[in-house]
């Protein structure tokens, strides 16, 4: 099963990744992070493939990508 | 992280987006490449210097290339490029970014030589820099970034910056009468024999993103193969300076900069 | 073993260069140093170097930072007004402490002036010249011979301080055509180590080559490291020839062509029975300062000589620090002194 991490206290909040996701799997935290940004979360679901469209439209290198 | 590294050039297991030699630990399928170092950038948020950046060094490391690179960094948002570069870095005068190409790859003519230069550094203070550059046919490969404002004085008109757009020196918009047309640098220096491979590609969605690599890889590949002169256009996002949101600025690419300045392969000898 | 060969100054300067171990010029044609970078195309073209007529002086002095960021001995030529559109990039390269060789064949200005000798650029040559708090190494050749021997020097002094070296020379000495001995086996140049230079980080940390530096008090620091730099070459390449100043009422000062005019209007005065001698500085910037101090132990008055308005003089006032008075005679334009011109000076000087 596939899944990423995101690297919470990297998110500048630009949300990239949220529209790039093409299963619509990552979210807005509702909480601020480090930077006062509210960061982008992955959702855990089962339907990631990997694909790592997330990772590399992120401008902060903040998303690993596991397969 | 740099654990993780070792582990995964034992097992060597390929995964989608990564060449076999940038190989990771059973699993991971997207990391961050060795050539950029772990440091948090300054860039705003939705910034594209970030992934350009990034795809650089994602393709520096596909060649086994890190020890032999010498890049050359602008004046502009990118002045601190050597700070995440894991490279030989010169940090050049605004504008001046090919000539000193130039005199690093003529006395070191093995090393890979590149320009990481903004659309004032080369299209404004450095246009004679980069046309001279280009018709003597430098072997050297340019990563230009095209986000049409000057970022780090605070958003003034760039030659690049499209008819109507608002910046700090254009308030009521860029008038084509005033202050002249955006300028096409790459169809400028499609006419020059000494330029080989010329494509403007852009990182407004994770798609072009991929293709953005590809076109840099390509134009990395000229040079190792001595072809000559190499140059990739990236639109990039500015939403700070733009005004707007990053996901608007992205659709802002798609709908409004590429179909003045069209993506796709200028030249290719 | 020498072989004594006609050169014009220009070629001279190229030759000392070559034997320096140049190898890299970049350059712009401008009278009157035309004859230099032809010499340098040639000469690079039979030794495998690198030779490139760049756009302009901006790209030409900026490949010289780029040859100088890969560790090579590298130069550019001008004369006044390209040398005014270089002080951007000798700026960067004092600032990032880039070794180069820089020569400045001055005419006749300001703005684009004429093509006639003219030492109206010493201010910009010594006093720094472009942005920032920096000082370039300035050798004052007087000689086709010198032009070769001081630029064959200048490059060891670029590497061993790592700091640019400024040739000083003006339309006359450039043009002249006078006997000069090369030596018959090159001796090879003395080598330094540039751990610091752009090869590929193989086998060690990467190096970065910049003048940016940002962090808080990071730059005074450097600053203060360059300033230090600085006193050493003070303390330790300043070059001068004094003539004739144990005895000397009136002790002229000159560089350059100016110092061999002079030379022979003191012989003249001599002649005449005045006490006259001669200070003349190899070494502009560090400036020979002890020297003028110590003639002022027998030296009634000064005389300042220079093709400027009185540049120069400054310094020597500032030597002299008011002991005696300081005259000066200039010519500007183009205008060269005659060697009766400075004898009849000569003769007022004495006589007030």
Redesign the interface.
Known sequence: M?KIKIDKD?C?????C???CPNALIKISESMNVKG?KAAYFSGSSKCT????????????G????? | MKNTKKAVKKTGKISAGHSKDTAFESGLAFARPESLREAENHYCAGCGHGIIHRLICEVIDEFKIREKVIAVAPVGCAVIAYDYWDFDVAEAAHGRTPAVATGIKRVRPGSIVFTYQGDGDLAAIGTAEIIHTANRGENITVIFVNNGVYGMTGGQMAPTTLAGQKTSTTIHGRSLRREGYPLKVLEMLAVLPGTKYLERVSVHSSHEVLRAKRAIKKAFQMQIENKGFSMVEVLSMCPTYWGMPPIQAADRIKNEVSTFYPLGVIKSC | MKNKILMCGNEACGEGAMLAGCTFYAGYPITPQNELTAYMAKRMYETSGVFIQAESELAAINMVFGAACAGARAMTSSSSPGISLKQEGISYMAGCELPCVIVNMQRGGPGLGNIAPSQGDYFQAVKGGGHGDYKLIVLAPASAQELMDYTQFAFELADKYRNPVMILGDGLLGQMMEPVSIPAAKDEPRIFEKPWALTGCRGRKPNIIRSLILAEGALEEHNKRLQEKFKLITQSEVKSEALNIKDSDIVLVAYGSVARIARASMEMARAKGLKVGLIRPVTVWPFPDKTIEDACVSAKKFLVVEMSAGQMVEDVRLAVNGRVPVEFYGRMGGGIPSEEEILSRIEATSRL
């Open positions: 596939a990297r500048k909040g630009c949300y990239l949220v529209v790039n940004v990997g694909c790592a469209m997330c990772a590399v439209i992120c401008p902060d290198c998303i690993t990508v596991f397969k």
